[in-house]
């Protein structure tokens, strides 16, 4: 039996409340891809036929060749299932570089290839679970920064630094250990323990309901000093990587601008065929907006190729510049295997410390503030409804199965990624099908070991140049949540200028005094100094503390500007695809029939159908 949705039912319909964060996040990201849907004419294959010209309307109105409910070919299914992973590779790729240096292994080129192949290869795991019985929305899952603060944080404590541990004496280069596997998997594993311990909390606030009540306090005043602090803290990582040569990483930011803003209306003839245009014809694709870090990735690497050919970079491993060849870890795709599958406890068993824990919880909080927006504009391009409230714990809950998943593969938590989102306004294909195809992309290139090692060979000034841009957009991101409340406010303004700076200064502080925290017991030491010294969880909390206890008026902390940009009825008039989209696949959506989905959060409940059953 089919339960069909009662509109007016709020368990299955009604989405968070709009005073929420997601409500905000939602707005930013939904308004860019908009226009990107708008602005953007991509011709791969003309849209299926369409039983009802209400939904064809609709879906012109969208501008969509797919809907979510829709399943292209196979072969264009894998095509564009190539293209998500293409996508989010950028994101992906900058993960190990940025942990290889406080876990100590950056000189350790076989250790970032198999660390940059786990993550891809759980990311397509966890994108299949959660684009099959989680969410239910084409969303890919990947690697998230939101936990590189908190692994930051971790990271400065005295045990696990560096070049001050007895063990790593005498191999040492530039102050970090180099091919050592018990030093850097030691560090590995005291992260895979507190991202596995801390996800539970993700899982109960998920499958519990208890998203809605958290999100609650948080508007834009507190979550804009929270996202821009992520970009913010790692400017440091971005110019020591830049610094080894800023010629090339000004190349690099360059052609990131020029591919991504002045190139990205710009598009590239390509043959296509299609019955309605009478055979063959040539279409535009918009080769620069959707992949503009990895073509300047390529056309920066084979600058620094033939540089390296001309002798223009010094041979000597010793100088600064050395690290702009292109030959200078080219060993490591002799050392990678050519099929090598991830498997849990690969570094060996993770480690649990309560400092790990409670300052991994810092990122999972952020990471599900940031999921819950991307739920939202997911369903706007897709034609989907507004997730309901279920669909929204239910993909909040395998999130967090996600990252005890990622945990026990020793990869970073995983999340849903915004740019993959971006992607769908722009092809214009909103089909669950094509993110489950990506999925097995992402698992199937996840194993191919060489593939890793041969992305690891890029030189390290053309990774920072990526940093710059990387780094900046998202604290730009967290800026922009400002625009719904009143910044001529002095309220806000105290708010939102001392939670950044205070974020800023007082991990400084706490790097610079280790031992600041001396309470006489050892593990509240390191619990206390681990929160004090991430930037995130400080500026989280204090603009938390104040945005909810100052007074100030809704439209003054911009909660009513939002509710009045979006309706349910602009939501009524976009949305083409059913409610049944969020329906669990294979007979499980038989349990919402049960009296006991009353009680579960994340199963929707219709009172009327189970009332009719015997």
Known sequence: MRIKYDRTCQRSIKPLGEGSLSWYIQLQIAKDMKMATQQVDVEMTPSPDQPSSENNDKKRALGLLYLID?????????????????????????????????????????????????????????????STFGVRLPIVQGGSFTFFAPTFAIMSLPQWQCSKQPQDAGNLT????????????????????????????????????????????????????????????LFNVAADQAGKHWGISIMTIVLIALFSQYLTNVKIPVPGYSKDRGGFYVGGYPLFSLFPVILAIIVSWIICAIVTAAGGFPSDPSAPQYLARTDARISVLKEAEWIRLPYPGQWGTPTVSAAGVFGMLAGVLASIVESVGDYYACAR????????????????????????????????????????????????????????????????????????????????????????????????????????????????????????????????????????????????????????????AVGCVTALILDNTIPGTAEERGLRAFREHVSNKTEEQLQTASIDVYNLPFGLQRLSECRMAKYLPFLPYNEETCESRP
């Open 70 to 130: 829709e399943n292209p070919p196979w072969y264009i299914c894998l095509f564009l299932g190539f293209q998500h992973y293409l996508t989010m590779i950028g994101g992906t790729l900058t993960i190990p570089f940025v942990l290889s240096v406080p876990m100590c292994f950056s000189n350790n080129t076989l250790a970032i290839s198999e660390v940059f192949n786990t993550l891809t290869f759980v990311s397509g795991i966890v994108t299949l679970v959660q």
């Open 381 to 536: 391009l897709s034609g989907a409804p507004p997730p309901p409230r279920h669909a929204i714990n239910r993909g909040i809950g395998l999130e967090g199965i996600g990252c005890v998943l990622a945990g026990s593969f020793g990869a970073l938590g995983t999340t849903s990624y915004s740019q993959n989102v971006g992607a769908i306004g722009i092809t214009k294909v909103g089909s669950l099908r094509v993110i489950q195809w990506s999925a097995l992309v992402l698992m199937v290139v996840g194993v191919v070991g060489k593939f890793g090692a041969l992305f690891v060979t890029i030189p390290d000034p053309i990774v920072g140049g990526v940093f710059m841009v990387m780094f900046g957009i998202i604290a730009a991101v967290g800026i922009s949540n400002l625009q719904f409340a009143d910044m001529n406010s002095p309220r806000n303004l105290f708010i939102v200028g001392f939670s950044i700076l205070f974020g800023l200064a007082l991990p400084h502080y706490m790097n610079s005094h280790p031992n600041a925290i001396n309470t006489g017991v050892p593990e509240i030491d390191q619990i206390i100094t681990v929160l004090l010294s991430t930037s995130m």
């Open 174 to 233: 530039d102050g970090f250990p180099s091919n050592n596997d018990d030093i850097w998997k030691s560090r590995m594993r005291e992260i895979q323990g507190a991202l596995m311990v801390s996800a539970l909390f993700e899982i109960f606030i998920g499958f519990t309901g208890l998203i809605g009540f958290l999100l609650r306090f948080i508007g834009p005043i507190s979550i804009a000093p929270t996202i821009t602090l992520i970009g913010v803290a």
